[in-house]
């Protein structure tokens, strides 16, 4: 069993920056960063491989967030740029996946989520 503890969320306005943090207590191979706005199905961001060598992000995020990993602190960020009202969400962070994948039933883990808000 890993646990998960994001930190970094908060309100910012459009345009603005934020990093997100992801603390495990234990090394998992894949991932990732996934968001849950109200009404809607949790859609994954950005996820990552074992190293950090290979990463996957959506579309909507693409040139604006980076995922990164200092495996040696058990530590996943987000950093966060040009960020957009669309952006507005709680942000999950996801470990224990078998495969570099978006999809949020790929991992085993879950913490209980930092909220972004965007304003415009």
């Known amino acids: 069993q890993v646990q998960l503890v994001e930190s970094g969320g908060g309100s910012v306005q459009a345009g603005g920056f934020l990093r997100l943090s992801c603390l495990a207590s234990g090394y998992t191979a894949y991932m990732g960063w996934f968001r849950q706005a109200p009404g809607k199905e949790r859609e994954g961001v950005a996820v990552?491989?074992?190293?950090?060598?290979?990463?996957l992000y959506a579309d909507s995020v693409k040139g604006r967030f980076t995922i990164s990993e200092d495996a040696s602190k058990y530590t996943l960020y987000l950093q966060m740029n040009t960020l957009k009202p669309e952006d507005t969400a709680m942000y999950y962070c996801g470990a224990g996946g078998s495969w570099l994948a978006l999809k949020s039933d790929v991992y085993k883990y879950w913490g209980q989520g930092t909220q972004v808000t965007v304003s415009s």
């Open positions: 990552i491989g074992p190293g950090g060598g290979l990463t």
